[in-house]
């Protein structure tokens, strides 16, 4: 499974950004996939996930603000993301797991400016 994200920028706080992650190789295989980030000096993060049955599960922090999608035709998964904190700052990552094998994308930034 190749995963390759995009969409990330530089927004200023309040605003809004939407990130794809292209799926390619053996989706079939997929059954969850996700968004995760990581700031400066912490740890990488859940911020949302989402089945292949389309249920969701979102990070507190970001709950009400952001939403996951996936797109099966397209091979696609996406994060929208509205109202932005500068504590979104962040690269953000596309997972995908195929039975318990986890799979990256290349991370995409995102800059909230206040």
């Known amino acids: 499974v190749q995963l390759q994200a995009s969409g990330g920028g530089l927004v200023q706080s309040g605003g809004s950004l939407r990130l794809s992650c292209a799926a390619s190789?053996?989706?079939?295989?997929?059954?969850?996939m996700g968004w995760y980030r990581q700031a400066p000096g912490k740890q990488r993060e859940l911020v949302a996930v989402i089945t292949t049955g389309s249920s969701t599960r979102y990070a507190e922090s970001v709950k009400g603000r952001f939403t996951i999608s996936r797109d099966n035709a397209k091979n696609t998964m996406y994060l929208q993301m509205n109202s932005l904190k500068p504590e979104d700052t962040a690269v953000y990552y596309c997972n995908a797991y195929v039975g318990m094998n986890g799979y990256w994308g290349q991370g995409t930034q995102v800059t909230v400016s206040s």
């Open positions: 190789g053996s989706i079939f295989s997929i059954n969850v």
